[in-house]
Nanobody, 123 residues
Framework: QVQLVESGGGLVQAGGSLRLSCAASGRTFLNYGMSWFRQAPGQDRKFVAGINWNSGESAHADSAKGRFTISRDNSKNTVHLQMNSLKPEDTAVYYC????????????????WGQGTQVTVSS
């Protein structure tokens, strides 16, 4: 069983930055994908960014390109999401997710989820 624990959310003003972290523990494999999704009130959970743990290949949603960067720390089994130039529309609960076999933008493809961390961007 894999456990995912997110941290780093909080309240920030528009234009500010936050860095989210997700620590993975338990049974893991080399070839898997770790991604961040977010869910705003009344909306579906949407893909933000993902990274292939083995290759380091990453993907970012259009809404995140140029502002957010996903990265991994192999030694700590941790994935980070650096978020810069935050906007009020980035306000959401951010979830870390894991799946075997690489990145997918579909939430249904992920088998493990963290508890979520709230990000609130004030205008």
């Amino acid at each position: 069983q894999v456990q995912l624990v997110e941290s780093g959310g909080g309240l920030v003003q528009a234009g500010g930055s936050l860095r989210l972290s997700c620590a993975a523990s338990g049974r893991t494999f080399l070839n898997y994908g770790m991604s961040w999704f977010r869910q705003a009130p009344g909306q579906d959970r949407k893909f933000v960014a993902g990274i292939n743990w083995n290759s380091g290949e990453s993907a970012h949603a259009d809404s995140a390109k140029g502002r957010f960067t996903i990265s991994r720390d192999n030694s700590k089994n941790t994935v980070h999401l650096q978020m810069n130039s935050l906007k009020p529309e980035d306000t959401a609960v951010y979830y870390c997710a894991r799946r075997d076999g690489g990145i997918s933008v579909s939430r249904d493809q992920y088998t493990n989820w963290g508890q979520g961390t709230q990000v609130t961007v004030s205008s």
